[in-house]
């Protein structure tokens, strides 16, 4: 079992499943030199079990930045959406890629998401941009 109370055969199911893609902003793990974060979506606190259907592969950052939040705030709006789950929703549904490797979101829980987690910061733009250039970012 791993520090975060996750055990190492489930880990390497979540992995599996999203591809080494973090599940929120779609950065590979490939070129990444820290190791993403095996992440409940539904914190632990909240209820949210140790179990499949509940976890989700994110970057350092992505996770960092969501940490135990549910909800974020829509900057179009000002409401508070719940936050993208990756296990309840598709993320083309909440989610663009624009012709400058931003992410956009379409729905409020993707605006929130999207203003939360900061997905569009200018380094993460970059790494998109190299990620894209070597066939790795969808």
């Known amino acids: 079992m791993s520090g975060d109370g996750v055990p190492a055969a489930l880990q390497r199911r979540v992995r599996r499943r999203a591809a080494d893609r973090c599940e929120y902003c779609r950065l590979s ?6 190791t993403f974060h095996v992440d409940h979506i539904q ?3 909240a209820g ?14 992505c996770s960092l930045r969501k940490g135990a939040r549910t909800h974020g705030e829509d900057p179009t709006t000002g409401d508070h959406p719940s936050l993208f789950h990756p296990r309840w929703g598709r993320w083309e549904d909440h989610f663009d890629v624009t012709g400058e490797l931003s992410i956009a979101g379409k729905t409020p829980t993707g605006r929130a998401t999207v203003a939360l987690l900061r997905m569009n910061r200018p380094l993460v733009i970059e790494i998109r941009r190299e990620e894209a250039l070597r066939g790795r970012f969808p």
């Open 29 to 34: 793990q490939v070129s990444q030199e820290a």
């Open 43 to 45: 914190p632990r606190h």
């Open 48 to 61: 949210g079990l140790t179990a499949l259907e509940n976890l989700a592969l994110a970057c350092v950052s």
